[in-house]
């Protein structure tokens, strides 16, 4: 094997750098992409982790607006378990 890379001109190694930062650079708009398709770029994420017990801790304001993410998140979660659980019922009766 060393013999191989041995009996190569100079400059062979910058088409591997080239090929691997390619690679590199697919698999990021890959996982960019699916993360778009999946809701993962949602700011108001942040409000889910809070419930009624922590109304003291918060703003008026700031409540509100958990309350109003943490049922849209909510109905969300219902929308994607209703259609994966179509997905595995057409796939089961295919």
Do not use: C, H
């Amino acid at each position: 094997m060393a013999d191989f890379f041995n009996s190569l001109e100079d400059g062979w190694t910058i088409y591997l750098w080239l090929v691997a930062g390619a690679m590199i650079v697919m698999a990021a708009v890959y996982m960019v992409r699916w993360a778009a398709k999946n809701d993962q770029f949602d700011e108001d994420i942040k409000y889910v982790v809070f419930d009624e017990n922590d109304r003291e801790k918060m703003t008026p304001e700031e409540f509100k607006k958990a309350m109003e993410v943490n049922k849209e998140q909510e109905a969300l979660r219902e929308e994607y378990l209703e259609r994966e659980y179509l997905e595995k019922e057409a796939a089961r009766k295919s």
